[in-house]
């Protein structure tokens, strides 16, 4: 009970203070008017799909623009989509696969195979990276090395258009071998370029072997089907 007593007479003792107006008061407690700041940010749900698709048509372009210009960069890795490597492995597997379709015993598996190497080549390299310390996804890995699939491409499309304006076998041979080369070396600098900010250091030879393979077999394979295009042209009476 004189507990009681006393702790009421403490809290009694709470009334006679008084705060100074002179006293700043620090914080603030008013309460926002205006609408969230979260309600203002852009959203693509009430974008119209016309904005939509030519943004995406803008960002696919200005990849190739980089691809075109290669320098150290991380935008690619940055910004990754799969647009432009689609489009561009569909269209070198249509080449391979129209070349391929004039000779009777082949199936045309060249379509399967382009998929295959790039996203084998893609899953490869990305492991490889990592175990070498570098920070890189699978999908980064397959959106710079499918862009920079577009010198091979159109020293596809350069090879076969020589191939129609050419007769001799040897000459139109060493035109695409030199087209093919060029554009194989332009395609490991400019994904080199694109992924140094995603390796290691002191271990960048270890990580562009790979790189170099992988535009080594797409190399291969188009000089393969080029040169029994050439030949096969040249026997045919």
Not at 137 to 165: D, E, H, N, W
């Amino acid at each position: 009970m004189a507990a009681s007593e006393e702790a009421s007479r403490s809290f009694a003792g709470l009334s006679d203070v008084s705060i100074s107006e002179d006293i700043p008061v620090e914080g603030d407690i008013s309460v926002p008017v205006g609408p969230s700041r979260r309600d203002d940010e852009f959203s693509t749900l009430d974008e119209p799909v016309k904005d939509t698709i030519m943004r995406d048509l803008r960002a696919v372009g200005n990849k190739f623009i980089h691809v075109l210009y290669p320098k150290r960069n991380s935008a690619l890795l940055r910004d990754w989509d799969l647009w432009g490597p689609l489009l561009l492995c569909v269209t070198l597997a249509l080449l391979l696969q129209g070349g391929a379709a004039d000779h009777e015993d082949q199936g045309g598996p060249q379509f399967a195979e382009v998929f295959v190497i790039v996203w084998f080549g893609s899953m490869i390299i990305t492991l490889n990276t990592k175990l070498l310390g570098g920070t890189i996804s699978i999908f980064q890995s397959l959106c710079v090395l499918g862009y920079c699939i577009m010198p091979l491409t159109v020293a596809m499309v350069v090879c076969r258009i020589v191939l129609l304006f050419s007769s001799e076998g040897v000459i139109t041979f060493a035109v695409q071998l030199a087209v093919v080369v060029a554009s194989f070396g332009w395609s490991t600098f400019a994904s080199t370029a694109f992924l140094a900010d995603s390796q290691p250091p002191n271990r960048k030879a270890l990580v562009v072997y790979p790189v170099f393979l992988f535009y080594f077999v797409i190399a291969w394979m188009i000089l393969t089907y080029l040169l029994q295009q050439v030949f096969s042209k040249r026997t045919q009476p």
